[in-house]
């Protein structure tokens, strides 16, 4: 069994962008694109099930964010709810 080092760092940013960085192949923290934090090796992939992950159980989450990106649109009464709305993970893709 190999050992591995175990270390928590602690940063504090006001309101920080969440982004993936395909240049760098990781999720990036930055507060005002100054100060960056930088987590390397992890996928495209892995961001997506993350996504997935957190609107499937998150469901007020997921509504806001539908609302927010106009997901969501006005039907009649008639239309089945499954053309009513497209899916978060299907924005996401």
Known sequence: MTLSFESTHEYYM???SIYWCSEHNGLCLSENYEDT?????ISE??????????FKH???LAASLKE?????????SNT????????VTEAVK
Do not use: M, W
């Open 14 to 16: 006001k309101d920080p």
């Open 45 to 54: 992939q892995s961001i997506k099930k993350f996504v997935h992950g957190l």
């Open 80 to 87: 089945p709810k499954s053309r009513k709305t497209k899916s």
């Open 37 to 41: 934090v930088r987590f390397t090796g």
């Open 68 to 76: 927010e990106l106009g997901l969501v649109t006005k039907t009649s």
């Open 58 to 60: 998150n469901a007020e």
